[in-house]
């Protein structure tokens, strides 16, 4: 039996004068656990290539990262916004490959920087420092350390809950940055206790579902599986 196969967008990571592809073992082990093919996608030469690219995939599962540049979204607090950002070449590639993928109605599951990514391709902006700009918040664990466990709450007249089968959640997560401003057409559709956007829809994009959290770390949960099984269905 043929397995959907999922684009993985790469991180692009310099090391020794060079770039290079790497998918992180979570998400594509994940996917290959949810019964799917996962493949790391490589940028093209040209824009012109990328709905070739798109035509060949089931899904496209957008992964974690840096912190967005400042000018991608008019920063206003661009001293909190990590030293280590995310490559021009990624955020370029990661936008067109997902516009592509709406365009080609395609599944799209976005993950963390994924989901902030989105927000800001459609006019949304970034709170840059969870702990520095949102007092009193919950412990969304380290970023680029160990995650934290704790609860969201879901709209019930949301995607994510008809997938869920639920109005709550536990899940992990490990960031410093969220939605501040939603980018237009973006719905809220999950929650933490402290406010923070937790996932997200597109009014009228039944193909698309963005979590601030990471189902990759907590494989096992009822909450991955369906998610997963959602991407390859």
């Not at 001293?79 to 799209?108: N, T």
């Not at 994924?114 to 420092?129: A, R």
């Not at 995650?147 to 410093?176: M, R």
């Not at 999950?190 to 009014?203: M, W």
């Amino acid at each position: 039996m043929k397995k959907p196969l999922i684009g993985i967008n790469p991180y692009h990571i310099e090391r020794k004068g060079s770039f290079w592809n790497a998918t992180k073992e979570d998400y594509y082990s994940t996917v290959w656990n949810s019964g799917g093919c996962p493949v790391t996608l490589n940028y093209p030469k040209k824009k012109e290539h990328i709905p070739n690219i798109v035509e060949h995939l089931h899904g496209l599962l957008m992964v974690g990262g840096p912190d967005l540049p400042a000018d991608v979204y008019g920063s206003t607090n661009p001293e909190l916004i990590d030293k280590d950002q995310m490559s021009k070449e990624r955020e370029f590639f990661d936008r067109e490959i997902f516009l592509e993928a709406l365009k080609q109605d395609k599944k799209v599951l976005a993950v963390c920087a994924g989901l902030q990514l989105i927000n800001t391709v459609f006019g949304g902006t970034l709170t840059e420092d969870i702990p520095t700009l949102i007092p009193g918040a919950a412990d969304h664990g380290t970023f680029n350390g160990e995650h934290s466990i704790h609860e969201v709450k879901i709209e019930k007249e949301s995607k994510l809950f008809n997938i869920l089968g639920a109005k709550s959640a536990s899940v992990a997560s490990t960031h410093h940055q969220c939605v501040n401003k939603l980018g237009d057409n973006i719905i809220p559709v999950a929650c933490s206790l402290d406010g923070v956007v937790e996932a997200i829809e597109i009014e009228n994009q039944k193909n698309f579902i963005g979590v601030q959290w990471h189902p990759e770390l907590i494989k096992q949960s009822e909450e991955t599986k369906k998610l997963f099984s959602w991407l390859l269905s």
